[in-house]
């Protein structure tokens, strides 16, 4: 059993489904199962299937992680939802217990804590991630997928640094994903400069055309296959006068 309460330190973005229940006489196909989610290369992240409609007295919820993932986490915490991880990482599931037997799975959500490995490559859809509801008696009463997308973790900015006065044309500098795109922006969203982060994944450019004088504040756009990823901002002072 796996209850943890780490949900608050995983880094990833989510989009919720939907969880149905279909009636006693529908077809596993009539109520779909949903959840996505899009979760950076060596990085653990949450993906929540949601409740929608129906009840049913005894149930589970099982999700089937993609291929080279695995579930670390089922955190939810409430009563009457008992969460488990297989062994091997392979699945996840949620046991309705006795304390919530026969109420309503709306407004719920089920979050299912995935780890992508760090070989994955940015913007891949990951293949094979399964859910299902079963009954009491091992009866599949819906079935659905999931969507889990390779994201791109966040650039970093290593120069400038901030609070010291600049030159019109400083370096700027930091990491990002090997191959990445990585763009760098002002306080008005205009582009100071961009270049392609390199195999190690340092990256480095020279603004043109030069930045104005005063404040400003930087920040870098990590594009690469589709997924795109933000660096923190810094704030920069250009001085007055410097050279052009």
Not at 31 to 42: C, D, N, S, V, Y
Not at 104 to 111: A, D, E, I, V
Not at 209 to 225: E, H, I, K, Y
Request: charged content about 15%.
């Amino acid at each position: 059993m796996n209850r943890s309460r780490k949900t608050a330190a995983v880094a990833g973005a989510v989009v919720a489904g939907v969880l149905a229940f279909p009636g006693p006489q529908a077809a596993a196909g009539d109520g779909e199962l949903w959840g996505a989610a899009t979760i950076a290369p060596g990085r653990e992240g949450l993906l929540e299937v949601a409740g929608s409609q129906g009840a049913v007295p005894v149930g589970t919820l099982t999700l089937t992680a993609p291929r080279g993932t695995r579930v670390t986490a089922t955190p939810l915490d409430a009563p009457g939802y008992l969460g488990r991880v297989a062994a091997d990482g392979r699945s996840g599931t949620y046991t309705v217990t006795g304390d919530a037997a026969g109420q309503s799975w709306q407004g719920r959500t089920f979050p299912f804590v995935l780890a992508v490995p760090a070989d994955a490559v940015p913007g891949t859809r990951l293949r094979d991630c399964v859910l299902r509801i079963t009954d009491a008696h091992g009866v599949r009463r819906a079935a659905g997928r999931c969507s889990v997308t390779v994201g791109l973790a966040g650039p970093t900015l290593t120069r400038p640094l901030s609070g010291v006065p600049l030159d019109v044309r400083p370096q700027i500098a930091g990491t990002a994903h090997p191959g990445a795109r990585v763009t760098v922006r002002d306080k008005d969203d205009r582009e100071a400069c961009a270049t392609i982060a390199a195999p190690d994944g340092t990256w480095t450019c020279i603004p043109v055309p030069a930045l104005p004088a005063g404040a400003n504040r930087l920040q870098a756009v990590a594009t690469l296959n589709g997924v795109s990823a933000m660096s923190e901002q810094i704030d920069i002072s250009v001085a007055d006068g410097a050279g052009q």
